[in-house]
């Protein structure tokens, strides 16, 4: 997994928060630490025009073929101790494993439909 972070657009005061809970997510992650995927975090705000920390999770696999942006986070919640985040996390890290893991049965599935067609029936 590959980690951005666009540590100088947060605030000086969280940005420890947001390396520590960059690092827990990768820990998080560790289940598919054989996939290509990277986690970019970036300052931003809500609806509200609150402060956020916003985290986007792609795969890199086969040329992007999966990807959730805009997962929001309150600033003063990557405060939070640290099983609080890893609850928080645990949703989507789960979602994205689930999707990731539907992108590569298609892959798979596609590809065997390709070898079908490549090899002749009948050894001919």
């Known amino acids: 997994m590959h980690t951005r972070i666009d540590l100088d657009s947060f605030p000086s005061e969280n ?7 960059a690092n827990l997510l990768e820990e998080q992650m560790t289940e598919i630490r054989d996939f290509r995927i990277e986690a970019h975090w970036r300052y931003g705000t809500d609806g509200g025009g609150k402060p956020v920390a916003t985290l986007d999770l ?5 040329g992007d073929s999966f990807a ?11 405060s939070e101790s640290d099983p609080e985040l890893r609850r928080r996390f645990a949703l989507q ?6 999707k ?10 596609s590809l065997r439909k390709e070898l079908a067609e490549m090899i002749p029936v009948g050894g001919e």
């Open 15 to 21: 940005r420890d928060d947001v390396v520590r809970a």
């Open 58 to 62: 792609r795969s890199l696999e086969n």
């Open 68 to 78: 959730m942006v805009n997962n929001s986070y309150p600033l003063h919640m990557l």
């Open 93 to 98: 890290i789960w979602y994205f494993t689930r």
């Open 100 to 109: 990731l893991s539907e992108y590569n049965r298609s892959d798979l599935k």
